[in-house]
C-alpha cells in the first residue's frame, strides 16, 4: 500500500484547507486510515480516524468542531478538510492507515507541511 498527501501550504488564520491522501496498492488490506500531525519540537499527535467499512469517524480533542476527516472509496482517496485554522495547527500532515482495526499503524504518506499564519 502507498499513500500520498497533497493539499498542504501557506494560509491565514480563520482560513482552510483541504488535504488529500491518494491510496494505491492493496488497498483491500486497509480497515482504518487516520491522519496524524507533528509540529516542530512536539510529539506526533493523531488528528482524525475514519474507519473504511462504516465510516465511524474519531477526532482529536484539539480539532473537534474545525475538521471533517472522510474518505471516497471509489477514488481511494481521504481527505481532511480543515476549517478554522489556527497557528497551532502548522505542523508536517501525515496520513496512515492499519490493516487491523485496533494496534499502530502499517502504512504511512510522506507528510505534507501546514503552515498557519496569525
Known amino acids: 500500500v502507498q499513500l500520498v498527501e497533497s493539499g498542504g501550504g501557506l494560509v491565514q488564520a480563520g482560513g482552510s484547507l483541504r488535504l488529500s491522501c491518494a491510496s494505491s496498492g492493496s488497498t483491500f488490506k486497509i480497515n482504518v486510515m487516520g491522519w496524524y500531525r507533528q509540529a516542530p519540537g512536539k510529539q506526533c499527535e493523531l488528528v482524525a480516524t475514519i474507519t473504511i467499512a462504516d465510516g465511524r469517524t474519531n477526532y482529536a480533542d484539539s480539532v473537534k468542531g474545525r475538521f471533517t476527516i472522510s474518505r471516497d472509496n471509489a477514488k481511494n482517496t481521504m481527505y481532511l478538510q480543515m476549517n478554522s485554522l489556527k497557528s497551532e495547527d502548522t505542523a508536517v500532515y501525515y496520513c496512515?492507515?492499519?490493516?487491523?482495526?485496533?494496534?499502530?499503524?502499517?502504512?504511512w504518506g510522506q507528510g505534507t507541511q501546514v503552515t498557519v499564519s496569525s
Open positions: 496512515a492507515a492499519r490493516e487491523l482495526a485496533f494496534g499502530s499503524y502499517d502504512y
